[in-house]
């Protein structure tokens, strides 16, 4: 976690997101905060509503809060900044990443996963995207 709602006041949180080629979180809605990525390292796709944005370093995408997002790392390696307004969103990513664990079952990650998320007001929409 680079900042949090306790270093803003509540008005953001910012996170460093790392993975491999092929990481793509489900498709998912925020019906609490806003979620900007801006890309540091690697090729991604960033899916906001109905638009794909093409991404690379010094991208920045907007997600706003209700509208349908996501995003694919096509590179080898990709890293990006994740700015939630108003922060508190932050400490998903650490429970999140907690359960992220090698000789976990993915089934099960998954169901946790999705109860992180209700907790926070996110709605995952189906499945990961298959590989562009």
Request: no cysteine.
């Amino acid at each position: 976690m680079l900042t949090s709602t306790a270093d803003t006041d509540g008005a953001l949180g910012a996170v460093e997101v790392a993975g491999p080629g092929g990481a793509a979180p489900p498709p998912h809605v925020h019906h609490q905060e806003d979620e900007a990525f801006y890309i540091l390292e690697g090729e991604y796709s960033v899916f906001v509503g109905d638009d794909v944005i093409t991404a690379s370093p010094g991208t920045w995408v907007w997600g706003p809060r209700d509208v349908p997002h996501g995003y694919q790392v096509h590179s080898e390696w990709g890293r990006h900044l994740s700015l939630v307004l108003p922060g508190g969103f932050e400490t998903f990513f650490e429970e999140s990443a907690a359960i992220a664990t090698p000789d976990a079952d993915p089934r099960d990650a998954m169901s946790d996963l999705t109860a992180i998320a209700a907790r926070y007001g996110v709605e995952f929409l189906g499945p990961t995207p298959p590989p562009r």
